[in-house]
């Protein structure tokens, strides 16, 4: 079982254009989606769950339609807050730094963060406003504000320094709509995770699709760059 899952959540307007609907149409049908993913994860037993829903390139879309998203994401935080804190889950945000940003989703996400602190179950990240590049360069900046001499860095040390420095290396990503890029999406955490690709649209992704990606990934062999041991006798590649 992978410990750590993170979703690119892709698909969202070919989905309404196919349904001849606005592409806002398709970010409100991901809700279902959002909501049966986070309860099959935490049901296989998935320990971390991450979800890419708004990254920094995102802001050179229309800005009608990220003014919806705003509207949605925080109108989602405040529906379903009850029940994620009732999961047990804690949840997290990362990003959330453009002063663009409505200050009522920031101090909702934040109060969100508060509500679940505590808790022990599953931790869910929320990527919102996020970019992977962004990170690093937070971390080098940060590195250089503490002092810290370039020869002692080393990967342990620099990883410190990033956003929520305990989330663990992420293990499986899963992009739905077929599309087979990174966009950005937590470029450290990722290094040597397995991919899957999906062609199902994000807002029909559902817990069979899920179990099926962890069902993918268990099927694979991580060598991380090594050899594994023999197995029967034969060498393994």
Not at 37 to 57: K, M, P, Q
Not at 64 to 85: F, I, S, T
Not at 103 to 131: C, E, K, Q, S
Not at 190 to 197: C, H, I, L, N, P
């Amino acid at each position: 079982m992978p410990r750590h899952v993170a979703c690119v959540m892709d698909g969202n307007g070919r989905w309404a254009v196919q349904r001849s609907l606005p592409r806002t149409s398709g970010h409100r049908a991901a809700e279902t989606t959002v909501i049966d993913v986070i309860e099959a994860a935490r049901a296989a037993g998935v320990e971390w769950l991450s979800l890419y829903a708004f990254s920094t390139e995102n802001w050179n879309r229309p800005s009608a339609e990220v003014d919806y998203v705003m509207r949605l994401v925080r109108g989602v935080v405040r529906k379903h807050a009850p029940l994620l804190h009732a999961r047990g889950i804690r949840c997290r945000f990362l990003g959330l730094s453009d002063p663009r940003i409505p200050p009522g989703l920031v101090r909702d996400a934040a109060d969100l963060m508060t509500l679940t602190g505590d808790n022990r179950g599953m931790t869910l990240t929320v990527a919102f406003d996020h970019g992977g590049r962004g990170d690093i360069v937070a971390a080098a900046r940060s590195l250089i504000r503490a002092g810290v001499a370039a020869e002692t860095v080393d990967e342990r040390s620099f990883a410190a320094h990033l956003p929520f420095p305990d989330t663990p290396d992420v293990d499986l990503v899963i992009r739905t709509s077929g599309e087979q890029r990174i966009s950005n999406f937590m470029l450290w955490q990722v290094a040597y995770a397995e991919w899957v690709f999906p062609t199902v649209l994000w807002p029909d992704f559902r817990a069979p699709h899920f179990l099926e990606c962890l069902h993918t990934y268990r099927q694979r062999d991580r060598r991380f760059g090594g050899v594994l041991p023999e197995r029967n006798g034969d060498p393994r590649s």
